[in-house]
């Protein structure tokens, strides 16, 4: 079955801290994967996506991503938080014109 | 860089009555697609479209909803007779190329 775990409901982050947010997904061969943020009534942003290539993917706001086929995860890391990053992430896969199955999603809180 | 463009933002109606939500898809989009979000919940996919006609849809699309593309660029999303827990955010997306995939703002329903 197509899924995707994002363990961690809610992680709560010091402003310059690092941050990871994890995500398995569980898929029949290598998926396109996706990660969202969204800010409290807001759309989904596009932060990065992978698709084959370089495991490691460079996304917008200083986000990047690194697909590990070994562990069927695709986890996200920023080196330095800003407070500005506060919002619920999500990862998400699909099969390419398939439908997109996200994850439960990983709300970030960051203190100053 | 082209988007996709939901009416209304935000729209109010009382249980039972029918409500269609509209999207302009990406013009030389193919594949279409809508997602509903409850709020503090995942994004969750409704259905797939596909010349002009569904290719997939989850168990969420029942009876009550139904899409179409009447005129070549509206994708509308109907819901015929709505029910509180209709209440949601509900995004339009569009693809072109496999993975490349574009949401919407979202159009935010409350049934009351």
């Known amino acids: 079955a197509q899924s995707v775990t994002q363990p961690d409901i809610h992680i709560t982050v010091s402003e310059g801290a690092s941050l990871e947010l994890r995500c398995n997904y569980s898929y029949g061969a290598t998926p396109y994967l996706f990660w969202y943020v969204q800010s409290p009534g807001q759309g989904l942003q596009l932060l990065l996506k992978y698709f084959s290539g370089d495991t490691l993917v460079q996304g917008i706001k200083g986000f990047e991503a690194e697909f590990k086929r070994s562990q069927s995860s695709f986890n996200l890391r920023k080196p330095s938080v800003h407070w500005s990053d506060a919002a619920e992430y999500f990862c998400a896969l699909s099969g390419g014109y398939n439908k997109l199955i996200f994850g439960a999603g990983t709300r970030l809180a960051v203190h100053p | 860089e082209p988007e996709v463009t939901q009416t209304p933002s935000h729209q109010v109606t009382q249980m039972g009555q029918e409500v269609i939500l509209r999207c302009v898809p990406i013009?030389?989009?193919?594949?279409f697609y809508w997602y509903r979000q409850i709020l503090g919940q995942k994004v969750e996919f409704l259905v797939s479209f596909y010349n002009n006609e569904i290719s997939e849809k989850s168990e969420i699309f029942d009876d009550q909803f139904s899409v179409e593309r009447p005129d070549g660029s509206n994708f509308t999303l109907k819901i015929r007779s709505t029910k509180l827990e209709d209440s949601a955010m509900y995004f339009c997306?569009?693809?072109?190329?496999?993975?490349?995939?574009?949401f919407g703002e979202g159009s935010r329903l409350t049934v009351l």
């Open positions: 997306a569009s693809v072109g190329r496999p993975g490349e995939l574009f």
């Open positions: 013009s030389n989009h193919l594949y």
